[in-house]
């Protein structure tokens, strides 16, 4: 006869096993993880001294009177006050607004059809060429492509007046009219900028699968109708992208207006980056360059979360 044990049976309401006590990461992987620690520094640490701290401090310093000489004094809101009642200011809000909707809407516009144009049928060394020739003038400088823009729409001896001569047309006042200068501004952003878009939309076509257009051409969308039914809903994420990047960059457009026009005529292209140069670097009114600098801040950002929170409705993901 054997004996055998039989094991206590716990009473209830007693206390439960103490849990195993939780195992330290093995040391790869702790080895890993300080290695994209590492790796993630330098960004991290960019993002903050060139990003987070300049904001802190415009909010901080919008709330001083200072000129550089004198020292600092607070003024609280005072400067958000002068902000609002001055016209300049106000003007320069709604001319970027306007140039914000004319600039990303053409620039999107142009770089949709023209990868639409590319991604066609063509040889891959002419399909290469066109890419190159249209993000070129990306990399080049604003303020020099501006210099030479400033020539060609001369009224009185620009090369685009003189090309129009030949038609029969009159000289046109490009950078001299209200109307012309913004029209003028808008042309000239948006040439030096749409290969940014171009580039996001040719490869937004290119992962689109093609089965999907065969699809599409066996139930007889051709054409436009192909286009709209099925092209621009699977490119709606690229076309997030960009017009995000888009609307933040002509926001904060201050190069071509002030080359250009220096915000005339009048206040006509007067921007508000343009006004922050101003009256920091020109008038020495730091606190209300601060003040404007925030404003244009809470812009960006209102305009940004709208289009994430529009993106809901309108971008559709594979």
Same mark, same amino acid.
């Given at each position: 006869?054997t004996?055998?044990?039989?094991?206590?049976v716990?009473?209830?309401g007693s206390? $439960?096993?103490?849990?195993p $006590?939780?195992q330290r990461p093995?040391?790869r992987d702790?080895?890993?993880?300080?290695?994209?620690?590492?790796f993630?520094a330098?960004?991290?640490?960019?993002?903050?001294?060139?990003?987070?701290v300049p904001?802190v401090?415009?909010?901080v310093?919008?709330l001083?009177?200072?000129n550089?000489?004198?020292p600092p004094?607070y003024a609280?809101?005072?400067?958000?006050?002068?902000?609002?009642?001055?016209?300049?200011?106000?003007?320069?809000?709604r001319?970027?607004?306007?140039?914000?909707?004319?600039a990303?809407?053409?620039?999107?516009l142009?770089?949709?059809?023209l $990868?639409?144009?590319?991604?066609?049928?063509?040889?891959v060394?002419?399909?290469?060429v066109?890419?190159?020739a249209?993000?070129?003038?990306l990399?080049?400088?604003a303020?020099?492509i =501006?210099?030479?823009?400033?020539?060609?729409f001369?009224?009185?001896?620009g090369v685009?007046?003189?090309?129009?001569?030949?038609?029969?047309?009159?000289?046109?006042?490009?950078?001299?009219s209200?109307?012309a200068?913004?029209?003028t501004?808008?042309?000239?952003?948006?040439?030096q900028q749409?290969?940014?878009?171009?580039?996001?939309?040719?490869g937004?076509?290119?992962?689109?699968p093609k089965?999907?257009?065969?699809?599409?051409a066996?139930?007889?969308?051709t054409?436009l109708?192909?286009?709209? =039914?099925v092209?621009?809903?699977l490119?709606s994420?690229?076309l997030?992208v960009?017009?995000v990047?888009?609307?933040?960059n $002509?926001?904060?457009?201050?190069?071509?207006?002030?080359?250009l026009?220096?915000?005339?005529?009048?206040?006509? *292209?007067?921007?508000?980056?343009?006004?922050?140069?101003?009256s920091?670097?020109?008038q020495l009114r730091?606190g209300?360059?601060?003040?404007?600098?925030?404003?244009l801040?809470?812009?960006?950002m209102a305009? *940004?979360?709208?289009?994430?929170?529009?993106?809901r409705?309108?971008?559709?993901?594979?």
């Open positions: 006869m004996n055998t044990q039989i094991p206590p716990r009473a209830s206390a $439960a096993p103490p849990a $006590a939780p093995p040391a702790r080895g890993t993880r300080l290695l994209a620690t590492l993630l330098p960004t991290i640490v960019g993002i903050v001294v060139f990003t987070v904001i401090g415009s909010v310093l919008s001083f009177h200072w550089v000489i004198d004094r609280g809101l005072a400067n958000y006050g002068e902000v609002f009642g001055d016209e300049t200011v106000l003007v320069s809000f001319n970027t607004l306007v140039f914000m909707v004319l990303v809407a053409l620039q999107l142009v770089a949709l059809v $990868a639409l144009a590319v991604n066609g049928r063509m040889p060394w002419l399909r290469s066109f890419r190159s249209f993000f070129f003038p990399v080049l400088s303020a020099s =501006s210099v030479v823009m400033k020539y060609l001369n009224q009185d001896f685009v007046n003189w090309l129009l001569g030949f038609v029969g047309i009159a000289p046109v006042p490009w950078l001299t209200e109307n200068a913004m029209a501004v808008v042309l000239v952003y948006v040439w749409f290969g940014f878009s171009f580039l996001l939309f040719v937004g076509l290119n992962n689109i089965e999907v257009h065969e699809a599409a066996l139930d007889g969308a054409g109708r192909k286009h709209l =039914s092209t621009l809903p490119l994420p690229t997030l960009a017009s990047v888009g609307i933040i $002509a926001l904060q457009v201050f190069e071509q207006p002030y080359v026009t220096n915000g005339g005529p009048g206040d006509s *292209t007067r921007t508000v980056v343009m006004v922050i140069y101003e920091a670097f020109e730091f209300e360059a601060s003040a404007v600098g925030v404003l801040f809470v812009l960006i305009v *940004t979360a709208l289009q994430f929170r529009l993106s409705r309108f971008v559709h993901y594979q």
